[in-house]
């Protein structure tokens, strides 16, 4: 029972809301981004239309949004996907109070999952990575500070005004879940230890998600080698990154192995490889805003007492 | 009770739900006709040699039978525990589907479109091409390739098929004088870095071959 009580304790602790309004503006402006590549490359009437009416797929997959506004229609498609940039775009800016703001990551949501669920087979795990940031942006109610809500109310871009924090940590979790779930089921030959570590140089040569022909990085192979190895480990750990954000998130409260995370500033360490992970695949592979929507949970990891500290240049 | 032990209770069944969805399981290892690929064989060839290595030898056979009973046998309990959690997935998007790039395909398909135009077969899309660019903005999208890696499997035959039909819908507008659309998809395994590094060209095979009359489109 005492466990219980300092679970709900855990839970109910508040503070400012800069990191959540942070995740907030880079999940908006990923859903802005899919949706636009979406559109801008053609994609749009090829993917998310049945055969009727330009598509590939005789018959469109369908969420419970679609069966309850009674099937695809492209008129209905269209309204959608004009409720996802629009609600993207007031989510982005921060308007509306508690349950206006709420209101609008839902419709984001709902219109984001149903445009996405139409065709599974043009789907990746982007998607839901972006919904279910989206779910706990809806529950977080984000739009205290950095927002347009925020100017209205306060006069000033900023505030600090408190939120809940357990959104935040809902985030985490969901960061470290996809990350430690993945790197569990790496169980090819080429990712474990003992393997021959080619992960990566054959995942790079595989042409469905290369960007370029990357033979040219047959010299870097020992390279590859160990980023194959840093790659499985960091996603094979990263529980423990969970407990290095609770050690950084209640300083005073840790001892034994989340204090040792803490000395060793171990969250920093894996969001830095987090980032820099990224960002090589961002430049050597097309698998669409996966990279970003990772990125964009980010911000969760930071406490919000430490923007001022960033910004000024001193990191701890 | 106060609402801070509701919220607890709620946000401790969130936890529950994306842990069991997210909790490892082979969904895209319950076809069996995917173990022929020759990516999936030789995965399943070095997990039965590291077997070996500890004393369990068995036959490919033998092996392939009792891994597939036993996936079986998880994924009916892994179904039951998930399945009251579906409608919360479904109704806040919050699936966990985190299989990515579990292993790298060794043998895969690259796409590769032609008609048959004034007399010859002419190139028209090859994936990763500069010269083959046919609608290129549409098919090298991140969603499209991710369709064209899906139909590239057997499980797929139907949808592909399908996929190309469409492929010959398009052409038959766009190029008026082509009278056949061939889709087909080159499998051939990746280069070692050995073999990138002494300059060796792919060596592999067309399969899933395709042809669309265009000129019933018109």
Redesign the interface.
Same mark, same amino acid.
């Given at each position: 029972m005492r466990r219980w009580f300092r679970w709900v304790a855990f839970l109910d602790v508040r503070e400012v809301g800069t990191s959540i309004a942070l995740v907030r503006l880079l999940v908006a402006t990923c859903v802005l981004r899919t949706l636009g590549s979406v559109w801008w490359s053609g994609v749009y009437g090829a993917a998310w239309a049945d055969s009727a009416h330009g598509g590939w797929r005789q018959h469109l997959d369908s969420d419970p949004l679609w069966r309850l506004l009674g099937g695809f229609d492209t008129t209905t498609r269209d309204g959608l996907a004009i409720a996802a940039v629009v609600s993207a775009a007031l989510l982005a800016l921060g308007v509306g109070g508690e349950i206006v703001a709420r209101l609008i990551a839902l419709v984001c949501l709902q219109s984001f999952m149903a445009l996405g669920d139409l065709n599974g087979h043009a789907a990746g795990s982007y998607d839901s990575l972006i919904t279910n940031g989206l779910w706990l942006l809806v529950l977080a109610g984000p739009s205290r500070t950095l927002s347009v809500e925020c100017r209205r109310a306060t006069g000033a871009w900023t505030s600090e005004r408190t939120v809940m924090r357990w959104p935040r940590f809902l985030i985490v979790v969901q960061a470290v879940v996809m990350y430690g779930t993945t790197g569990w089921q790496k169980l090819s030959d080429h990712w474990v230890p003992g393997g021959d570590l080619g992960a990566l140089w054959y995942i790079e040569q595989q042409p469905t998600w290369q960007l370029h022909d990357m033979r040219w990085m047959a010299p870097l192979y020992p390279l590859t080698q160990a980023a194959t190895l840093l790659t499985w480990l960091w996603e094979v750990t990263s529980p423990v990154w969970l407990i290095a954000w609770l050690a950084e998130a209640e300083p005073t409260s840790v001892g034994g192995f989340a204090g040792w995370l803490r000395r060793l500033r171990a969250r920093d360490v894996y969001l830095v490889l987090g980032v820099v992970f990224h960002s090589l695949v961002a430049v050597t592979m097309q698998i669409g805003p996966f990279s970003w929507a990772s990125m964009a949970l980010y911000p969760a990891f930071i406490h919000p007492r430490e923007w001022a500290r960033i910004k000024s240049g001193r990191v701890r | 009770m106060a609402w801070?032990?509701v @919220?607890?209770a709620l946000? &401790?069944a969130?936890?529950i739900a994306?842990?069991v969805c997210?909790? %490892?399981a082979p969904v895209g290892g319950m076809n069996r006709s995917s173990w022929h690929d020759p990516t999936v064989r *030789?995965?399943l060839d *070095? +997990?039965r040699a590291?077997l070996g290595m500890v004393g369990v030898h068995q036959t490919p056979k033998q092996f392939e039978d009792e891994l597939w009973g036993a996936m079986t046998s998880f994924m009916s309990v892994r179904d039951a525990i998930v399945r009251p959690f579906n409608h919360y997935y #479904?109704? &806040?998007? &919050?699936?966990?589907?985190? @299989?990515?790039?579990? *292993?790298?395909?060794?043998y %895969?398909a @690259?796409l590769i479109v032609d008609v048959f135009e004034d007399g010859e077969w002419r190139p028209l899309f090859e #994936?990763?091409s500069d010269t083959a660019t046919w609608?290129r903005?549409?098919f /090298?999208? /991140?969603?499209?390739?991710?369709?064209?890696? @899906?139909?590239s499997w057997p499980k797929?035959g139907r949808?592909w098929r399908?996929?190309a039909? +469409?492929?010959g819908e398009r052409a038959a507008v766009e190029r008026p004088r082509a009278d056949t659309l061939r889709a087909r998809f080159f499998r051939y395994r &990746?280069?070692? %870095?050995?073999e990138?590094?002494a300059g060796m060209e792919f060596d592999g095979k067309f399969e899933h071959e395709v042809e669309i009359d265009l000129t019933a489109l018109r």
């Open positions: - | 801070p032990q @919220r607890a946000i &401790t969130h936890l994306i842990g997210a909790f %490892p *030789a995965e *070095a +997990w590291r #479904e109704l &806040t998007g &919050t699936w966990q589907s985190w @299989r990515m790039f579990v *292993a790298p395909q060794r %895969p @690259r #994936e990763r609608n903005a549409i /090298d999208h /991140d969603r499209l390739r991710a369709a064209i890696f @899906r139909y797929f949808e399908v996929f039909q +469409w492929m &990746t280069l070692s %870095p050995t990138a590094a």
